[in-house]
């Protein structure tokens, strides 16, 4: 009874096997359908992550998952896709790659302090034919190849000159011009297309479109005009004043009206007198027409140093604007960076999810078949279901981190409200770091413009300081004017007051405000305050910036060794994986070894990806922290 048990156990594992292989045969053509039992515990994630593990030839033979983080596509998995992965025998090394295979011990012979050299997998040279095509249109990549993108100095653009794209990203994606746009309508705002940008174009468009950047930019030229309005007080004022005027005296109406009385009272006694009317003209009042020009120069001497103080101050204030602009574009170029990371890896979770649901998939068709055939149980299907609706669950929840990353990323790139991003980039290291710790720290209090702006900052407060003590001394102001008068008047006699004349006038003012209660002294010590928290910030600065850049640099090596680690657990789970699921076919097997071995190859998958993105995150970090590479120069604009 036991020897047909046995028999019947092994019949029902062939037959399941031979099933899941003519599946895939149906799925597929003929000439695509070879193997693909052999690879149906794969994890198939799309086509271009890059990984950078040191791996032996042997081990890159086994059948390997490679992970994809291209944008998933939104179609739930179909059941019979976990069998559709076929697999193709790794070729011999070519003589070209045993260069790269000796470069693979470098790791292992660095030093922690200097990063500089990424890892290159000692199977480069196993190449692997490509994978055929399969119905969802997802590729199955062959062995990842790692690429070296160079120093983490070639990592990001430099700025592009007058606002040009150098980078060449779609041209869908450029924003309104007008910042006051405001949608009404859904059809405003709903998204009619999704571009894919690699991480040097959206740096580029982040540096172009930023209001961040725009708001600093502005207020750079404003503190330009500041200092040119110091500036003017160098040179003399010279006003030229001209009034023009007619007048007809009230006055002189009155009086015109007191003659003309007296001549009524003349004429009225010289006819009682019965004597002739005085022959008295009639008194008329006459208007005035003048024209007076006044040209002043005034000129403050500035005896104790007050405007030049004040110079200094506002020229000052636009250095710190300056490098103000330069820290929000470093700023600026992290947030992208991190963005756009953050996106990479909530794409390359959904495809991990994904693949975890055709797994889950593929177990429960393995367990509905055990038990059709007689040698399964109830319970085992009941597992097999509940583990499929908890990787939906979780495909679920990872599909929502996607589109949040996806806007998050169009919120910091300021791009079209109907456009929506995706990564082009693939995951792999974005460079290395060419410096130890004791360099990347001396580079970073060389070149971070926070710790300049605090010496800024102090400067302007001395300056200030200087203009207060200045403003309580005496000032002179000198001025000369120049004066042109032009007069006439309505009355035709020859002498009546009519012509041109001209003079001038000099004048010099001495003011000194002898008391003021204390205000200057008082104002003084404010400055002294400035000048004291400025010296306490940028000590207080500098330790920072120290913290920083060793936070960022052990994190990077941290990285840098998990990389390596989650290489070998995705191999090893991808063979437990197998192995537990020949045994459950077998019927030596539980599903519960086969769901936790699925568990342990997503946590696995996991792993790497989340090595290789938190690897590019610190390298990101370490490259803020240090600020201004290459030049390594804080420049007047970033």
Known sequence: MRVFRQIVVVGVGAAIT????????????????QDSSALSNQLELAQNIRSTSNTSPASASEPELAIALNAPTSESPQPGEANNIASTPPTAPSPASQP???????????????????????????????????????????????????????????????????????????????????????????????????LQQAIDLARRNSQVLQIAEQQVEQNRSALREQQAALFPDLTFQMGASRSVSAGGQIGVQSRIRQID?????????????????????????????TLQLSYDLDIFGRRNANIRAAREQLRFRELDLERQAEQLRFDTADAYYNLQNSDG???????????????????????????????????????????????????????????????????????????????????????????????????????????????????????????????????????????????????????????????ANLTWNIFDGGAVRARVKQRDADIS?????????????????????????????????????????????????????????????????????????RNRLSAIITYNQGLSSLQRAVTNLPTNNLSDAP
């Open 349 to 507: 979770q959904v495809a991990i999810r994904q693949a975890s649901v055709r797994n889950a998939q593929q177990s429960l068709r393995d367990a509905e078949a055990l038990e059709r055939a007689g040698v399964g149980t109830r319970f085992a299907v009941l597992q097999a279901q509940s583990n499929l609706a908890n990787e939906q669950q979780q495909l679920s929840v990872a599909r929502r981190d996607q589109r949040v990353a996806q806007r998050r990323l169009a919120e910091i790139l300021n791009i079209s409200q109907s456009a929506n991003l995706t990564a082009a980039d693939p995951v792999e290291q974005a460079g290395a770091w060419r410096l130890s710790l004791e360099e990347s720290i001396v580079q970073a209090f060389k070149n971070r413009p926070e710790l300049e702006q605090q010496l800024v900052q102090r400067n302007i407060s001395q300056q200030q300081r200087r203009s207060i003590r200045a403003g309580g001394l005496p000032q002179v102001n000198v001025t000369g004017s120049y004066n042109f008068l032009g007069s006439t008047s309505d009355d035709q006699a020859p002498f009546a007051s009519r012509g041109w004349a001209s003079g001038y006038a000099l004048q």
């Open 265 to 293: 009272d003349a004429a009225a006694t010289a006819a009682a007198n019965n004597q002739p009317r005085p022959n008295t003209p009639t008194p008329q009042n006459f208007g005035s027409i003048s024209l007076n020009n």
């Open 533 to 605: 928290i400025a010296e306490s910030r940028f000590d207080q600065l500098r330790n920072q910036v120290r913290r920083e850049v060793e936070q960022a640099y052990f994190g990077l090596e941290s990285s840098f060794a998990n990389i390596e680690t989650s290489e070998a657990g995705v191999l090893q789970s991808r063979e437990a994986l197998r192995l537990a699921r020949l045994r459950f076919q077998a019927g030596v097997g539980t599903q519960t070894d086969v769901i936790q071995a699925e568990t342990d190859l997503t946590r696995a998958e």
């Open 100 to 198: 790269q295979q000796a470069a693979a011990a470098a790791p292992s012979t660095q030093q922690p302090e200097n990063l500089a050299q990424s890892r290159t997998p000692a199977a480069t040279g196993a190449q692997q034919q490509p994978a055929p095509s399969r119905l969802n249109n997802v590729p199955v990549p062959s062995s990842p190849v790692p690429i070296i993108r160079g120093t983490p100095n070639e990592s990001f653009p430099p700025l592009t000159p007058k606002g040009i794209l150098d980078t060449k990203p779609p041209g869908s994606l450029e924003p309104n011009p007008n910042p006051l746009q405001f949608p009404t309508k859904p059809e405003d705002v709903r998204i009619e297309q999704t571009e894919s940008i690699t």
């Open 18 to 33: 031979f099933s899941n292989a003519g599946q895939s045969a149906c799925a597929q053509p003929p000439a695509q359908a």
